[in-house]
């Protein structure tokens, strides 16, 4: 009965998402080939599906064991141990994340010089040292709204050295490093730090965990930038976007995501192990539920991602191309701003790590606040980071005109926002970029990008500095958006 709720809420939380792509492809700009509506089709089920199954599993193994974990790394006594644990589990649940698989993929299409193996370790390095200072944070009981401002000026005064067009795939990075699998577990790890070893008797220390490792790809991919142009003495040509390069046979995705779902699953699965056997000793009942739990997160996702690539990548890129085609009305081109609109508001609210993020929320406030009212603040946040991202992409804006003040606006909040509400607004920056958003945002805003640059021809940016940045908008605007709700919050006693 609950798998039947979970797929039922999960179905008609993606209906706005389906409804929105209906309406473009088939009365605004249809497909040539029938078979485009089923490779649609086929791939929406998969999504519905897969989300399902992922969900279920979740609830009764990533999530426990993360908590479980978290609560455990008392027992190892020394503090540097639990630092260098949530170091190793940092990079370990990143490495894993699909979304940083589709991200590394989509940037190697551009770019060959860019190895997408060494792209998915350095972020995720970045995000296993953040992982460790947040626990220090922790322990330590360092303010939080401290350590947001002097990360976030650091960060911007680290960008002036850093190559153009490594700007916004770095924010991009850093939203796509924080997904499906990192989110729950590292969510999950710091819920089980905060509430053993803070020194404090609230619940304020439980989000923010997220927001600050964020941080932590920017910084480094960053340096990678840097280091790159200093070898190829700049930035090596920009090819063209094909995201069709994967393959459209399902049997033949779903073949090329197997390794990298297992990549995604069983580390988490052979970290554990250990733990249970010399540490936590879990009963041998709870023990098994854990383990059989592996397997829908394990089905679920693999039919998750390969629905994407199957279904909906190429259906994105071609809705992004579509409206800047040269017999079209130069008006028709500003479309895209309602339609970005709806669709970055559809793929939130379909978004599992979202979801997860939610349910947290809910839980730590009794029920005052419900999973459904941060994913609509959210939902309405991210359509506008998408809106804000076809703007720039058709007037080729620098993205800093952008960032900078967004950002700004976000740490003035801070002084008016409840510490929860501060941590859990980062958190949301970082969790709203998973592997749906990545697969198909992404590919809209390459489109764009592409149909730009052949519009404006020589002048125009690379599709690199152009198309790249949908994530970054994605990670800001939810800072602004759920500190709003938590002033709205404690202002009503909702958050008490």
Known sequence: MKALNVLKETFFMSLPLMGVMAIVLIFVAPFEE?????????????????QSLFLIGLNISILPVGEIMGKNLIKLKKFVWIIFFGFFFGLLATVAEPALAVLARQTNLLIEEINQ??????????????????LWRIVKNVSIKKVFVVLYALLFATIIFVPEEFVALAFDGSGATTGDISVPFILALGMGVSTTLSKRNDNDDIFGIIGIASVGPILTIFIYGMI???????????????????????????????????LAVFPMLVVFLPFQFFLIKLAKKDFAKIIWGIIPVFAGLLIFLSSIDFGFAFAGKYMGEVFLESHRPEWFRWLLLPMS????????LTEPAVTVLGE???QITK????????????????????????????????ILWYLAPLYAIAIFMMKFTPRLFVGLAFDSGGVTGGALTSAMLTPLTLGIAQ???????????????NGFGIIAFISVTPLIAVQILGIYASHHGMSE
Do not use: C
């Open 34 to 50: 029938r078979f485009d509506y089923i490779r649609l089709g086929v791939g929406y089920a998969g999504v519905v599906i897969g």
């Open 117 to 134: 193996t060494l792209f998915i370790w350095v972020m995720g390095a970045g995000i296993g040292v953040f992982v460790g200072f947040s």
């Open 228 to 262: 790159l142009n200093a070898i190829h003495g700049g930035i090596p040509d920009v090819g063209v976007y094909d995201p069709g390069a994967i393959g459209t046979n399902f049997l033949q995705i779903l073949m090329y995501n197997l390794s990298g779902v297992s």
């Open 341 to 348: 609109f709806i669709l970055g508001a559809a793929i939130t």
């Open 360 to 362: 947290k929320l809910e």
């Open 367 to 398: 029920g005052k606040i419900t999973r459904m009212t941060i994913r609509m603040t959210l939902a309405l946040g991210i359509g506008v980071a998408a809106m804000l991202a076809v703007v720039k992409i058709l007037t080729q804006t620098n």
């Open 451 to 465: 149909a730009v640059a052949v519009a404006a021809g020589p002048e125009a940016q690379s599709v690199l500095t």
